[in-house]
T-cell receptor
Framework: GQQVMQIPQYQHVQEGEDFTTYCNSS?????IQWYKQRPGGHPVFLIQ?????EVKKQKRLTFQFGEAKKNSSLHITATQTTDVGTYFC???????????FGKGTRLSVIA | NAGVTQTPKFRVLKTGQSMTLLCAQD?????MYWYRQDPGMGLRLIHY???????AKGEVPDGYNVSRLKKQNFLLGLESAAPSQTSVYFC?????????????FGPGTRLTVL
């Protein structure tokens, strides 16, 4: 079945450093979504990318969708302690198949 | 709007006991989902529903049953709980699929099976 691989599994950064998590699929995706889960909380939707090569920004967060629509990345500039949590990507093949979530990247920010 | 709510928040079961987890949403969403989250495993889809009266199997359906008798409710049942079902269970709902289907998650149910 469809698989979505996410790396790294964990990342520890000093406050102010940048952070990137990568998402790769074995198949072409129709869209990709990113979610954030704070410790002890539930996943919260951040953004959806649909178009090949699409780049979207939300303040310090930059999201990219690869040209082949098989990979995506989330980059955080100058991390803050409020960025702590686990970031998940989720993608689907064309059609009405459910989203498949990556295993997530847990970000720790050291003040 | 309460969004997506889950009942109960915590539960401890003994092996072989049964229980039902309730998910309710007040956003008039067609789609509802049950996930389990285990350390290092991300979110794995158990069952989902594309509308009232319909259900479908996800990635890890064994040992679970579901029902969607009302549009706003999605029930997850464990007929004979096993320690391997110790997990955090999240319910989610979405309005449209597949092109735009932001999933809204409930707060989760932490289940321990002894």
């Amino acid at each position: 079945g469809q698989q979505v691989m996410q790396i790294p599994q964990y990342q520890h950064v000093q406050e102010g450093e940048d952070f990137t998590t990568y998402c790769n699929s074995s198949t072409t995706l129709s869209n990709i979504q990113w979610y954030k889960q704070r410790p002890g909380g539930h996943p919260v939707f951040l953004i959806q990318l649909v178009k090949s090569g699409e780049v979207k920004k939300q303040k310090r967060l930059t999201f990219q969708f690869g040209e082949a629509k098989k990979n995506s990345s989330l980059h955080i500039t100058a991390t803050q302690t409020t960025d702590v949590g686990t970031y998940f990507c989720a993608g689907r093949n064309s059609g009405n198949t459910p989203l498949v979530f990556g295993k997530g990247t847990r970000l720790s920010v050291i003040a | 709007n309460a969004g997506v709510t889950q009942t109960p928040k915590f539960r401890v079961l003994k092996t072989g006991q049964s229980m039902t987890l309730l998910c309710a949403q007040d956003m008039n969403h067609e789609y509802m989902y049950w996930y389990r989250q285990d350390p290092g495993m991300g979110l794995r889809l158990i069952h989902y529903s594309v509308g009232e009266g319909t259900t479908a199997k996800g990635e890890v359906p064994d040992g679970y049953n579901v029902s969607r008798l009302k549009k706003q409710n999605f029930l997850l049942g464990l007929e004979s709980a096993a320690p391997s079902q110790t997990s955090v269970y999240f319910c989610a709902s979405s309005y449209l699929a597949p092109s735009t289907d932001t999933q809204y998650f409930g707060p989760g149910t932490r289940l321990t099976v002894l």
